[in-house]
DNA sequence: ATGCGGACCTGTTAGC
DNA sequence: TGCTAACAGGTCCGCA
């Protein structure tokens, strides 16, 4: 689920109730996430203070002084803002308690996403050593995408979906970003030229940029650290639109599977 | 090195 | 109405 708006979106609504507060206690309902999580928090020394809250990618890094908790939220997972005492519901697998009485809830149905406990440089781990730029950042630019596609393969949406190549562009956004660009998604790599390169990376960053200021997109289950939906939703041009008409040229949305992947696009907008 | 397919889970929806 | 199958926002690993 989470894309990076997402991911964005709940970090900045928890940092306020977080930094500089004293994490107390991690109560784990069930550990049984992507890594087991009693395992991944292990040595993980409570009453230490959360510095500050950070992303990378898709992960949340809670920087503490000895390390750090790192939170990926999977498909499914949302970490909310609640009262301690309130009653954890069938999914809410993780809570990370602070001193303040403040309890930031884990919760994840499908339970693809885990908490894991990290010493030193965080950023050397092997989660995160081969991750690409993030999109936002000057460093990923149009001459940065061409020479990561040139010799290359694959289908340019599926090396927008890389990581180790860009962060954070998951499912929704690379359909949308690449419909921005008007650039077709069964597009190879080794075609994209030094202008639809720019018009890509253009595109990626404004429909990122645009859905974090509108909270992300929530199709089923996103919730923000208020428990909250985004409306983003409101805002896609392709994706979840198969069959019917492009808001642009009126033509119809095409819906297919690339990869193992739900793939949107207008065959009149977009240009292999 | 690159590309591809399977695996990890559960909940919801579509279809018979 | 009820059962079953397909599908869903994301990685990560292993094999060719």
Redesign the pocket.
């Known amino acids: 689920?989470?894309?990076l708006p997402?991911v964005e979106t709940t970090r900045s609504g928890i940092a306020p109730y977080v930094e500089g507060e004293v994490v107390s206690k991690v109560l784990v309902r069930n550990g049984?996430l992507?890594y087991i999580v009693p395992k991944a928090l292990a040595k993980m020394p409570v009453g230490q203070v959360v510095r500050r809250v950070d992303r990378r990618?898709?992960?949340l890094l809670f920087c503490l002084d000895g390390g750090t908790i790192m939170v990926?939220?999977?498909?499914?997972g949302s970490l909310c803002v609640v009262d301690e005492g309130l009653t954890p519901g069938?999914?809410d697998h993780v809570d990370m308690v602070l001193a303040s009485g403040v309890c930031l809830r884990y919760t994840d149905?499908?339970?693809?996403g885990?908490v894991l406990w990290v010493e030193g440089d965080v950023f050397e781990h092997?989660?995160l050593k081969h991750?690409g730029p993030e999109p936002l950042v000057r460093q990923f630019n149009a001459r940065y995408l061409l020479t990561r596609a040139l010799?290359?393969?694959?289908?340019i949406k599926?090396?927008l979906?890389?990581?180790?190549v860009v962060?954070?562009?998951?499912?929704?956004?690379?359909n949308e970003a690449l419909f921005l660009a008007g650039i077709d998604p069964r597009m190879r790599?080794g075609d994209l030229t030094a202008e639809s390169s720019k018009q890509l990376v253009k595109a990626v960053k404004q429909v990122l940029r645009r859905a974090i200021e509108a909270g992300?997109?929530?199709?089923?289950?996103?919730v923000n650290s208020e428990g909250k939906p985004?409306y983003f939703?409101q805002k896609l041009y392709v994706?979840?639109r198969g069959g019917e008409a492009c808001r642009r040229c009126g033509g119809l949305i095409e819906?297919f599977?690339l990869?193992?992947?739900?793939t949107y696009c207008c065959g009149n907008c977009q240009d292999v």
């Not at 149905?109 to 693809?112: A, E, G, I």
Request: glycine share 14%; hydrophobic share 30%.
């Open positions: 689920m989470p894309e997402e049984r992507r990618g898709k992960y990926h939220l999977g498909m499914s069938k999914h149905p499908r339970r693809f885990s092997r989660l991750l010799g290359r393969k694959v289908l599926v090396l979906m890389d990581s180790r962060v954070g562009v998951g499912n929704i956004y690379a790599c992300g997109t929530t199709l089923k289950d996103f985004g939703q994706y979840g819906h599977k990869g193992q992947r739900s």
